[in-house]
């Protein structure tokens, strides 16, 4: 047989292929309808119930409305709702103020403190997994729940920190220090949470590259910062954002205690005060949502960019 006559038959032996694969990757139609109702409901669910809300929100932030009468009751006012809370709104410098440091403080002491408790929990030490589970145990808990449990320690007249210290300290009513309380509580459940964040990257990381460093000399401190930080970059972006999510979303502990007053001014609890509370201004606490909103947004971006960028170099 020559070469000329096997060229042909190749030919028609890639034509006769080449369609059998293009039918493999054809789903039956019943398959097709399993994958478009999987797609389509979650679709529609974050359309509805995330998506709509928020540009009815961002509509509303731009009137005057108290909740009551038809839509058609709105005064539209442009952009007075924000110029006031930025100019006249006397509680919203003290709730930023408030929420950066909150996010300082989680970044300084349970972001830290997670990590590290990371790092020892990865050795596998006897009675690991009870030491994990108690860490992580108030990360199942609300907010809210947690306010309730340390109130048994911060109470004036019956806490546990009184009793032992014979004061009569008011932790969670005196405004230079009920942030601080507050913080505190918010550290327990923080910590937990940082730490399975961090474990579950440790053991993703190569053992290779332990075992290289091992072999150049270098001890565990300098293996983790020179080697295996850096190599678990997606995990800290993931944490730098949960941090600052959780720092503007810092509400459920504030409105338990007392509805984000008295030294414990936060975005979150503006919003709540300004929409369900007694002014019940939907345009004014819209624009304080808003503002929420945006700030999230942008380091949302910024790790999605990230991850984009990781994505494309692969």
């Known amino acids: 047989m020559t070469h000329l006559d096997e060229a042909p038959r190749s030919e028609k032996t890639e034509k006769a292929v080449a ?68 100019t006249i709104y006397p509680a919203f410098w003290p709730a930023v103020q408030h929420n950066l440091i909150w996010l300082g403080f989680l970044f300084l002491l349970p972001t830290v403190l997670g990590m590290l408790l990371a790092v020892v929990l990865d050795r596998e ?97 300098k293996t983790f910062f020179q080697v295996i930080f850096p190599v678990m970059r997606p995990i800290n972006m993931v944490v730098i954002v949960i941090v600052v999510i959780e720092s503007l979303r810092a509400f459920d502990l504030v409105w338990v205690i007392n509805k984000g007053r008295n030294g414990l001014e936060v975005i979150g609890a503006l919003v709540a005060q300004n929409v369900i509370g007694e002014a019940t201004r939907y345009g004014f606490g819209s624009a304080l949502a808003v503002i929420m909103m945006l700030i999230s947004s942008i380091f949302i971006t910024i790790y999605l960019r990230t991850v984009f960028r990781e994505e494309r170099q692969r």
Request: charged share 15%.
């Open 125 to 221: 030490m006897r009675g690991s997994r009870f030491y994990q589970t108690a860490f992580y145990m108030p990360v199942v808990l609300s907010l809210a729940l947690i306010g309730f449990i340390w109130q048994l320690f911060y109470s004036r007249d019956q806490g546990l920190i009184n009793q032992v210290f014979h004061s009569e300290v008011d932790w969670y009513g005196d405004p230079d220090i009920n942030l601080w309380a507050v913080l505190v509580a918010t550290a327990w459940r923080h910590t937990g949470y940082i730490m399975l964040i961090y474990l579950a990257g440790l053991k993703g990381v190569d053992a290779s590259l332990r075992e290289a460093a091992a072999v150049d000399g270098a001890n565990e401190v």
């Open 19 to 86: 369609p059998a694969q293009g039918r493999e990757k054809k789903l039956p139609g019943r398959d097709r309808l399993t994958v478009i109702v999987m797609v389509a409901v979650p679709l529609v669910l974050v359309v509805l119930l995330v998506w709509v809300p928020a540009l009815l929100s961002v509509a509303l932030s731009f009137g005057k409305w108290n909740g009551f009468g038809d839509l058609d009751t709105i005064e539209w006012v442009g952009f007075q709702n924000y110029q006031d809370i930025f």
